[in-house]
């Protein structure tokens, strides 16, 4: 990914699951257009207020893609995101 904008989403939200550590944490992104690093930042933000030791989650952008940390180190974390319209363009 670059710095340029891209639209979010045909639709009025575009939603998915992203389970972080075991827990599922619903997403739904506004349609609207992002920067990448907007976008990343949103998803952080949604992650994050999911609370407990998903307070300390983070997402950035590396190489292109977006980098979705646990806070939990070792074999207990995990990041696992449903196909779902979060996926589609």
Known sequence: MNSASYTQGKNANHTGTITVDGNDVAISL???TYTAGGLAAELQS???AAG???A???VDIKDGAFEIKTGTSG???S???SAGDLAEA
Do not use: C, E, P
Request: charged share 5%.
């Open 30 to 32: 506004t349609a609207g």
């Open 46 to 48: 949604q992650i994050r």
């Open 52 to 54: 407990g030791s998903l």
């Open 56 to 58: 300390n989650a983070t």
């Open 75 to 77: 074999a207990a974390g």
């Open 79 to 81: 990041v696992v995101m």
